[in-house]
Nanobody
Framework: QLQLVESGGGLVQPGGSLRLSCAVS????????IGWFRQAPGKEREGVSC???????KYADSVKGRFTISKDNAKNTVYLQMNSLKPEDTAVYYC???????????????????WGQGTQVTVSS
């Protein structure tokens, strides 16, 4: 059974940093693409960043240069390093897995079938 568990969310001031972690079990990162998505109150869920099984990455324009996705296959964990955070980054952040080889290119939520429970990120002074 595929499981994904996010951690690392919290309250941070604008300009600050957080690192989210997505611990996976029931599958190996070498076989699945992983995506980070977020949903703010009253808004649709959007793709933030995705990483392929081979390590290729994709970022939303809104986070390019500020966020970095990475993974440690040995630890079965995917990370999202978030720097220079802005109030508009406030959202529940989810990680999700996809077996589709091209899912990371579009980073579209509809290509990802297994989801974690989410972690809240709040950027506020």
């Amino acid at each position: 059974q595929l499981q994904l568990v996010e951690s690392g969310g919290g309250l941070v001031q604008p300009g600050g940093s957080l690192r989210l972690s997505c611990a996976v079990s029931g599958f190996t990162l070498g076989s699945y693409a992983i995506g980070w998505f977020r949903q703010a109150p009253g808004k649709e869920r959007e793709g933030v960043s995705c990483i392929s099984s081979g390590g290729s990455t994709k970022y939303a324009d809104s986070v390019k240069g500020r966020f970095t996705i990475s993974k440690d296959n040995a630890k079965n964990t995917v990370y999202l390093q978030m720097n220079s955070l802005k109030p508009e980054d406030t959202a529940v952040y989810y990680c999700a897995a996809s077996w589709a080889s091209g899912a990371w290119r579009t980073c579209n939520e509809h290509a990802f079938g297994s989801w974690g429970q989410g972690t809240q990120v709040t950027v506020s002074s």
